[in-house]
C-alpha cells in the first residue's frame, strides 16, 4: 500500500516534468494552444500498471499542479478536459476488451486534443477553432502511437521486474 | 496492434477531416481581436500595423505583415499565443487563453 503511494507520488512529479519540458520545448505550433500532451505517458500507464480510479487520481493532481505553478484557472479548464476527457474515453476502449494498447492510447491523444478545443471554442466563443481539429486530432492519434509504445515498453519491463 | 485499432485510428482520422469542407479562402482580409468574448478591434491586413492590446488580463503586442497576423509579444504566463506564429488565411486563429484574446482572421465583407 505505502509502496503503490509512493509509486503514484512519483507518477505525478514525473508527469508534472513531461508537461514542464513540453510547455518550455520550442514546437513548431501552428495552431492555438497546440500540444503534443506526452505527459499523457503516465495517464496511460498507470491506467495500465494500476486502474482507472489511480490514473485519475494521478491525473487530477498533477493538473491542479501545474495550474497552480503556471497560472490560473483557465489552463486549469484547458488541460483537466483534455485530460480527464481522454481518460474517461481509454477507460471505455480499455474495458470494451475490444482494443489493445495501441489503439486505446490512439484514441486517448485524439480526444485529449478534441476536448481542449471545444474548451477552446467555449472560451473564446469562435468557430474557427474546429476548423483545428484537422490538424489537431491527427497530431493527437499520432502522439497516441508514440506514448502507446512506450506505455507498453514501460510495462513489459515493470512486469519482468515484479515477477 | 490488432485490426480493431487500425479500424479506430481510420474512423478518427476521417472524422478529424471533416471541418475541411467547410474551410474557404478568398482575398481581402481582415483580423478581428476580442478579448473576453467582446470584440476589441477589427485591422485590415493589407497595412502593416502594430497593435498593442493591454487589458486587465495582461498585454499582447500584435504584429500585422506582409498580409499576416502574429502575437510579436506578449506577457502571459504559457507563450502559446507567440509560439502559434503567423497567421493569413481566414478562419485561422491565435489564441492567449490566460488573457482571454482571441484573433481571428476573416474575409472582409
Ligand atoms: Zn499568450
Redesign the pocket.
Known amino acids: 500500500m505505502i509502496k503503490k503511494t509512493a509509486l503514484l507520488a512519483n507518477l505525478v512529479a514525473l508527469s508534472l516534468i513531461l508537461f514542464l519540458i513540453e510547455s518550455v520545448l520550442p514546437l513548431p505550433l501552428f495552431a492555438p494552444g497546440a500540444k503534443l500532451g506526452i505527459a499523457q505517458v503516465v495517464t496511460v500507464f498507470t491506467l495500465y500498471y494500476f486502474s482507472a480510479k489511480d490514473a485519475f487520481l494521478v491525473l487530477l493532481t498533477r493538473t491542479t499542479l501545474s495550474a497552480m505553478f503556471f497560472g490560473g484557472p483557465t489552463i486549469f479548464l484547458y488541460s483537466a478536459a483534455g485530460g480527464i476527457f481522454s481518460l474517461f474515453i481509454m477507460t471505455l476502449l480499455k474495458k470494451s476488451g475490444k482494443f489493445s494498447l495501441y489503439g486505446v492510447s490512439a484514441a486517448g491523444g485524439f480526444c485529449h486534443n478534441l476536448a481542449q478545443l471545444i474548451v477552446a471554442y467555449f472560451i473564446l466563443n469562435s468557430n474557427a477553432f474546429f476548423h483545428y481539429i484537422s490538424v489537431l486530432c491527427p497530431v493527437g492519434i499520432a502522439t497516441g502511437l508514440v506514448i502507446g509504445y512506450v506505455a507498453s515498453e514501460i510495462l513489459r519491463r515493470m512486469k519482468l521486474l515484479k515477477s | 496492434m490488432k485490426i480493431n485499432d487500425i479500424l479506430l485510428i481510420i474512423v478518427l482520422l476521417l472524422f478529424s477531416f471533416i471541418p475541411l469542407a467547410f474551410i474557404n479562402r478568398s482575398a481581402a482580409k481582415i483580423a478581428v481581436v476580442s478579448v473576453n468574448n467582446e470584440h476589441y478591434k477589427t485591422v485590415s491586413l493589407d497595412k502593416d500595423a502594430v497593435l498593442t492590446v493591454k487589458t486587465k488580463y495582461g498585454e ?1 503586442i500584435v504584429k500585422i505583415e506582409n498580409n499576416t497576423v502574429a ?1 510579436e509579444s ?1 506577457d ?1 504566463a ?5 509560439r502559434s506564429g503567423k497567421i493569413e488565411n481566414a478562419g485561422e486563429v491565435i489564441a ?1 487563453l ?2 482571454r ?1 482571441l484573433i481571428e482572421v476573416k474575409e472582409d465583407d
Do not use: G, R, T
Not at chain 2, 504559457?78 to 507567440?82: F, L, T
Open positions: 499582447n502575437v506578449a502571459c504559457d507563450k502559446i499565443c507567440v492567449c490566460p488573457h484574446l
